[in-house]
């Protein structure tokens, strides 16, 4: 697709079919955003694949808003910040996750970019903790490997 259509087609989707995505497109889509610039070509950025329901579904419980939307997804891209490499974590693993929506688009897919870093589990209760340390222990990452966001990856609904 011609890049301008890509970027006038991509658009957030919260509804999904349920419909596998092929391992190929999804290995596509993280070659693409490998390539993604960041601060000094630290290739800071690293990717965590989820594509079991039953990890979605927790990943969709990770806050009181804004993440249910991952239980219907076919795949999640985590999306996380290499802190060791560099103090600009948050800005590569951002570029690295607008590229990953915009290959998604590309090929055809919906996505949600759904944000982890500096959120509260409960907006109401935060004795609840914070979304990043969900997901830090749910899917048991090093320290060094911080969570910016989870894009939702599947066919539109």
């Not at 060791?84 to 951002?94: G, M, R, S």
Request: charged content about 25%.
């Amino acid at each position: 697709m011609e890049f301008s259509k890509v970027i006038a087609a991509r658009h957030s989707v919260r509804v999904f079919k349920d419909t596998p995505v092929d391992r190929e497109m999804v290995e596509a889509i993280l070659d693409q955003a490998a390539t993604a610039p960041s601060s000094k070509n630290s290739r800071s950025s690293a990717f965590v694949v989820i594509d079991d329901k039953d990890t979605l579904q927790a990943l969709s419980e990770m806050r009181s808003y804004g993440s249910a939307l991952l239980k219907g997804a076919a795949c999640a891209v985590v999306v996380l910040g290499d802190t060791a490499k560099t103090d600009l974590w948050v800005e590569n693993a951002a570029i690295s996750a607008t590229y990953i929506q915009l290959c998604a688009t590309n090929l055809g897919l919906g996505s949600c970019w759904v944000h982890v870093n500096g959120r509260l589990r409960d907006q109401k209760d935060p004795s609840k903790g914070t979304a990043e340390d969900y997901v830090r222990e749910l899917l048991g990452l090093k320290d060094a490997f911080k969570p910016l966001c989870i894009v939702a990856l599947g066919y539109e609904g």
